[in-house]
């Protein structure tokens, strides 16, 4: 079983906040991506990173930043949550081959 | 890119094999075809991957014809817990860019009684 880990699994927070989503992979992959999914949605890729230092925006534009200081970790945060950015976060992993990405548990955020 | 086509829903009954199909009429020579899980509230689950022919594995077989336009996942004797969505990618293994996984809508999987 793939080790990626997210923090927290579900925030509700109020408009306004500035909030860090965690994520952490243990497999020592290059490659990380976010995606944003709402319920009973297509997932959305907001932002992936080859490796550290290196990140680049997804298909779908997202007023999240990430970071990537670290191989192992891959934070997205939101300067100022809005209630449009309510939805599921998902972090993947992936080593040499894109098509094989481990995904990890999600973060359900609410902003009210 | 690849683009892929899948049914949005099927339905099917525990103990029944359940064959979800996938057209990708425009795959490149490069591309694999990788299918994924995905149960309610997680992230999707890799399922199984293959460039021609049949692929098995514990979980399901992978069906890919001569000429490669379309795939089919094959699930043996389905159960209840087999309730989920299924997304057919479609991409080149190590060359491609990760913006070009695109997951889709999937085939959303119901398993009665």
């Known amino acids: 079983e793939a080790d990626i880990y997210q923090t927290p699994r579900y925030l509700v927070i109020g408009t306004g906040k500035k909030i860090t989503l965690e994520c952490s992979q243990t497999m020592g992959h290059d490659k990380m991506y976010w995606y944003q999914q709402d319920p009973g949605m297509e997932l959305h890729l907001i932002h992936y990173?080859?490796?550290?230092?290196?990140?680049e925006k997804g298909d779908l534009s997202s007023e999240s930043t990430v970071s990537r200081i670290r191989t192992e970790h891959f934070p997205l945060t939101l300067e100022s949550a809005r209630p449009s950015h309510t939805s599921q976060y998902l972090c993947a992993s992936s080593g040499a081959v894109y098509n094989e990405q481990f995904f990890g548990p999600g973060t359900r955020l609410t902003v009210l | 890119l690849a683009k892929t086509t899948q049914p949005i829903s099927m339905d099917s009954y525990e103990g029944q094999e359940v064959n979800i199909t996938c057209s990708h009429n425009n795959i490149a020579t490069n591309d694999y075809i990788t299918w994924y899980q995905q149960f309610p509230s997680q992230g999707p689950r890799f399922i199984i991957q293959?460039?021609?022919t049949k692929v098995t594995n514990e979980v399901a077989s992978l069906f890919i014809p001569a000429d490669r336009k379309s795939s089919t996942l094959s699930l043996p004797r389905v159960s209840l817990s087999d309730t989920a969505v299924y997304y057919c990618?479609?991409?080149?293994?190590?060359?491609?860019?990760?913006?070009?996984?695109?997951f889709g809508s999937g085939t959303r999987l119901s398993i009665r009684p």
């Open positions: 990618l479609v991409g080149d293994l190590y060359g491609s860019s990760a913006s070009k996984i695109i």
């Open positions: 293959g460039y021609k």
């Open positions: 990173s080859y490796g550290v230092n290196s990140t």
